[in-house]
C-alpha cells in the first residue's frame, strides 16, 4: 500500500509540473514534448521502483535451537514474520528485533525463550510400494494400478530453557492423514497344469472374476474395471450365470450383477439395479429366482425373480426383518429352498419362508465387539435331514478365544459339538455325497490344514496339506465337487484342486490374489 502510495505521488507531481508549465503555452509543442518527456521518465522510474521493490528475499527466523527460512516478496515486518511461522511471543521471550522493524534480504531474527514451550509442525509421511502379481498382464510386464500418496502427520517438540540453555524433553507424533501404498501389478505366467474340470468354476482374485470350465486351461476373465468386491459371488444352481456384487465409487456402496452365460466370453454382464447389498442367494430349484438382503434405508429381505431377456427383477414377495442392528451379514438357503440361514457377529438364526418365523440357534458375545465386520461365524447347509454345522465361539477359563464346530439337527431341536478349538476361521462344509462327509479346516502349529470326517465327527483324516511340516498360511474357503470326489480351496491367495482320496493337489492359479469361489455342476 505504500509503494503504490508513492508512485501516485510521483505521477500526480510531474503532471503538475506540466500542468503549470504549459497552461499558457498550449501552441508551444515543445512544451507539451517537455511536458510527456518528464511524465515517461517518471514512469520509467516508478516501474524501477516497483521492480526493485517485489524482489524476493530470505529472511530466517531462529526460536531456541531450531532455524528456519521464509520467502518473502513484498514488505513485511518481524510482526508478519512471527505470524507467518505461527509464533506467539510470551511474556518472557526475547526478541532480537522489535515487532514493527522492516525486514531485509538475509535477515536473521532471533527468539529467546525461557522455561516450558510446545512447538508443532506437520510433516509429510513417505508412502511405501507394493508389487502384486496378476495373471491379466504379460509375465514381467508392470502397470502401475494406484498412484501413492503421501500422508501427514504432526510432529510436537517439547523445549526446556534453563540458565540460557535449550533442551529438547520430548517429541510426540500424531498421524492426521495415512500414507496410500503405491501399488503396481506385475504379470506372471499360470501354473502349466492342465487339469480337467467337471462344471463351471468362478473364482475372484484382485477384484477381477474369471471362469473356468472343461480345463485348467479353458478360462477366461470377465471384461469389468476389476471392481466385484465379493459381498456376493454365486453360481447358479446349474452354473450357467454368475451373480455377484460390484463397488459404485459415488455413492460408496455396491450394487447387484447378473453374468448371462459363463460359457460365453462375449456374455453380457448386467447391473441388476439393486444397491446397498449385504446378501443375495439364488433359490435351488426354482429358475432364474433369488433372495436379496439390502441396507439401504432399512433392512429389506426380497424374494426376486430375474427376466433373462431384459436383466431386470420383479419382486414377488418382500419382508422386513430385525437385522438393522446388525449389518454385516452372511445368507444361505436351504437345499429345499425353504429356510433361509443367517449368521452376524452375535447370532446364528434361520428364517421360515414360508411363514415368517425366525428362530435363534445359537448367541453368543462379538469376539471383536467394536468392529462387527471383524468376523462372522462360518456356516454351512447339509442334505436331508436338515442339518446345520457352524464355527461358534466356545469361551472357557483358560481359553477365552476358543472356537468349536457345533452340528445343529433342526427337527429335534439338538446341538452338538463335533471338533473342538478349530480356530475362528475355521470352514465346515457338507459334502454332497451320499453318506454326507464333512470337509473342515483347522489351525494346527505348523498352519491351517483341511480334514475330511464322517458327519458324526468319526474318521477324521488330513487331505492338505499331504506333508508333514509343510506351511500353510490360510486357507480362505472351499467348495465340494458335485461327486464329493475333489475339493477346489483358496490356499494362501491362490486355487487348488484337491483329489479327497488321494490327496493329489495342482495349483491352478499364481497370482495370490484369490478371495472367492464357487463351483456348480
Given at each position: 500500500m505504500q509503494q503504490t502510495t508513492t508512485i501516485s505521488g510521483?505521477?500526480?507531481?510531474?503532471?503538475?509540473?506540466i500542468i503549470i508549465n504549459c497552461t499558457r503555452k498550449w501552441a508551444n509543442q515543445s512544451c507539451i514534448f517537455t511536458g510527456f518527456s518528464i511524465l515517461l521518465l517518471g514512469l520509467l522510474s516508478a516501474c524501477a521502483d516497483v521492480n526493485q521493490t517485489t524482489k524476493p528475499y530470505i529472511v530466517v527466523l531462529q526460536v531456541a535451537e531450531v532455524e528456519r527460512a521464509y520467502r518473502f516478496s513484498e514488505p513485511r515486518t518481524v510482526a508478519d514474520l512471527l505470524s507467518e511461522a505461527d509464533v506467539a511471543l510470551r511474556e518472557d521471550d526475547f526478541l532480537s528485533h522489535p515487532l514493527e522493524a522492516p525486514l531485509a534480504d538475509g535477515m536473521h531474527v532471533t527468539l529467546q525463550r525461557s522455561g516450558h514451550w510446545l512447538e508443532c509442525?506437520?510433516?509429510?509421511?513417505?508412502?511405501?510400494?507394493?508389487?502384486?502379481?496378476?495373471?491379466?498382464l504379460t509375465p514381467g510386464e508392470i502397470q502401475l494400478s494406484r498412484a501413492g500418496i503421501e500422508g501427514i502427520e504432526n510432529v510436537c517438540t517439547s523445549y526446556q530453557n534453563e540458565g540460557g540453555t535449550t533442551q529438547v524433553t520430548g517429541i510426540e507424533r500424531e498421524v492426521l492423514l495415512p500414507p496410500t501404498q503405491e501399488v503396481y501389478f506385475v504379470g506372471v505366467a499360470p501354473p502349466q497344469t492342465r487339469v480337467t474340470i467337471?462344471?463351471?468354476?468362478?473364482?475372484?482374485?484382485?477384484?477381477?472374476?474369471?471362469?473356468?470350465?472343461?480345463?485348467?486351461?479353458?478360462?477366461?476373465?470377465?471384461?469389468?474395471?476389476?471392481?466385484?468386491?465379493?459381498?456376493?459371488?454365486?453360481?447358479?444352481?446349474?452354473?450357467?450365470?454368475?451373480l455377484f456384487t460390484r463397488q459404485r465409487e459415488v455413492q460408496e456402496t455396491n450394487e447387484l450383477w447378473w453374468l448371462a452365460s459363463t460359457a460365453d466370453s462375449a456374455a453380457p454382464a448386467l447391473p441388476l439395479s439393486v444397491?446397498?447389498?449385504?446378501g443375495a442367494v439364488w433359490h435351488p430349484s426354482e429358475a432364474r429366482v433369488m433372495f436379496t438382503y439390502t441396507l439401504e434405508e432399512q433392512p429389506t429381505l426380497r424374494r426376486q425373480r430375474l427376466d433373462p431377456g431384459t436383466g431386470t427383477l420383479q419382486?414377488?414377495?418382500?419382508?422386513?426383518?430385525?437385522?438393522?442392528?446388525?449389518?454385516?451379514?452372511?445368507?444361505?438357503?436351504?437345499?429345499?429352498?425353504?429356510?433361509?440361514?443367517?449368521?452376524?457377529?452375535?447370532?446364528?438364526?434361520?428364517?421360515?419362508?414360508?411363514?415368517?418365523?425366525?428362530?435363534?440357534?445359537?448367541?453368543?458375545?462379538?469376539?471383536?465387539?467394536?468392529?462387527?465386520?471383524?468376523?462372522?461365524p462360518h456356516f454351512s447347509w447339509s442334505a436331508e435331514p436338515k442339518m446345520l454345522i457352524a464355527t461358534?465361539?466356545?469361551?472357557?477359563?483358560?481359553?477365552?478365544?476358543?472356537?468349536?464346530?457345533?452340528?445343529?439337527?433342526?427337527?429335534?431341536?439338538?446341538?452338538?459339538?463335533l471338533f473342538e478349538d478349530v480356530g475362528s476361521e475355521a470352514i465346515a462344509k457338507y459334502s454332497p455325497r451320499s453318506h454326507a462327509m464333512i470337509g473342515f479346516t483347522t489351525h494346527t502349529e505348523e498352519g491351517h490344514a483341511l480334514f475330511i470326517?464322517?458327519?458324526?465327527?468319526?474318521?477324521?483324516?488330513?487331505?492338505?496339506?499331504?506333508?508333514?511340516g509343510t506351511a500353510t498360511q490360510q486357507i480362505a474357503d472351499f467348495a465340494w465337487s458335485a461327486d464329493g470326489?475333489?475339493?477346489?480351496?483358496?490356499?494362501?491367495?491362490?486355487?487348488?484342486?484337491?483329489?479327497?482320496?488321494?490327496?493329489?493337489a495342482w495349483q491352478l492359479s499364481a497370482d495370490g490374489g484369490v478371495t472367492a469361489l464357487d463351483w456348480a455342476p
Open positions: 510521483w505521477l500526480g507531481l510531474l503532471c503538475r509540473i509442525q506437520q510433516q509429510a509421511i513417505p508412502f511405501s510400494e507394493v508389487r502384486i502379481a496378476n495373471e491379466l467337471d462344471g463351471t468354476i468362478a473364482y475372484l482374485s484382485h477384484g477381477t472374476i474369471w471362469i473356468m470350465s472343461q480345463s485348467s486351461e479353458n478360462r477366461f476373465p470377465l471384461a469389468l474395471p476389476g471392481d466385484a468386491d465379493g459381498v456376493v459371488f454365486q453360481l447358479s444352481p446349474t452354473g450357467e450365470s454368475l444397491t446397498h447389498v449385504r419382486a414377488i414377495e418382500t419382508s422386513q426383518t430385525h437385522w438393522a442392528a446388525n449389518p454385516m451379514i452372511q445368507l444361505q438357503l436351504s437345499h429345499d429352498g425353504q429356510t433361509i440361514a443367517y449368521s452376524n457377529h452375535q447370532e446364528l438364526g434361520m428364517l421360515d419362508l414360508a411363514s415368517g418365523d425366525r428362530q435363534t440357534l445359537a448367541s453368543f458375545s462379538p469376539p471383536h465387539p467394536g468392529d462387527p465386520s471383524a468376523w462372522l461358534l465361539p466356545n469361551p472357557t477359563e483358560s481359553q477365552a478365544n476358543r472356537f468349536d464346530l457345533s452340528v445343529f439337527l433342526l427337527e429335534g431341536a439338538l446341538r452338538a459339538t470326517a464322517d458327519r458324526d465327527g468319526s474318521n477324521q483324516r488330513g487331505v492338505f496339506p499331504r506333508s508333514a470326489q475333489q475339493i477346489l480351496a483358496i490356499v494362501d491367495g491362490n486355487l487348488w484342486l484337491i483329489e479327497v482320496d488321494s490327496g493329489q
